[in-house]
């Protein structure tokens, strides 16, 4: 289990890497949006490239930084019924998610993601708006995403199977909702001071 947990901590660490860096995607994103907004009014020229860069760069916010965010336990599940179990019925849920939610779809989009990209790639597939950009980058961004959350899918299937052994602490312990309002409160603070 240590080589397994080992291996989790790493894929862990490429996917914080990247998910905490790619944020920047959002800003450049924006100033792309703001210098195509100025530009079209200051200047009356417009360029269908600008608009689909800022849609690439919000993809791939999106799509790398998803590995990182099922990493940190802030994917979307339904509290109000998943806070009803126990800590052992989480850990199952979270586990049997995993294996047979998350990773079959994984695979699924890679394994009809690599022609795709492929085919775009070889047929240098541009955007059919004018002026608009090569489409395989975009497509490839979906791709490594997919990639990215595969692997973050075998890295939280071990840790799960870890922490209900007892091999490793929860990296994700329970909370009620009165520490969760109170740990939002100090976190609202502690940014206004």
Do not use: C
């Amino acid at each position: 289990m240590s080589a397994l947990l080992a291996l989790s901590k790493t894929i862990d660490r490429i996917n914080e890497f990247i998910g905490r860096y790619v944020a920047w995607l959002i800003f450049l994103a924006v100033v792309v949006s703001a210098g195509n907004a100025i530009i079209r009014k200051a200047f009356n020229v417009s360029s269908n490239s600008w608009l689909e860069l800022q849609w690439y760069l919000f993809g791939g916010a999106f799509m790398l930084a998803a590995a990182y965010t099922l990493q940190q336990n802030e994917h979307i599940r339904i509290d109000i019924v998943y806070g009803a179990f126990s800590r052992r019925v989480q850990h199952w849920i979270d586990l049997l998610g995993h294996i047979f939610f998350l990773m079959p779809f994984v695979i699924l989009m890679i394994f009809y993601f690599i022609p795709y990209v492929r085919l775009s790639y070889n047929s240098g597939e541009v955007s059919s708006s004018a002026g608009g950009l090569i489409l395989w980058p975009a497509k490839l961004i979906l791709l490594v995403g997919f990639l990215l959350l595969g692997i973050q899918g075998v890295s939280e299937i071990i840790k799960k199977i870890a922490v209900m052994r007892g091999d490793m602490e929860d990296p994700n312990p329970p909370m009620t909702l009165e520490e969760i309002a109170e740990q939002e409160v100090a976190m609202a603070g502690a940014r206004n001071d």
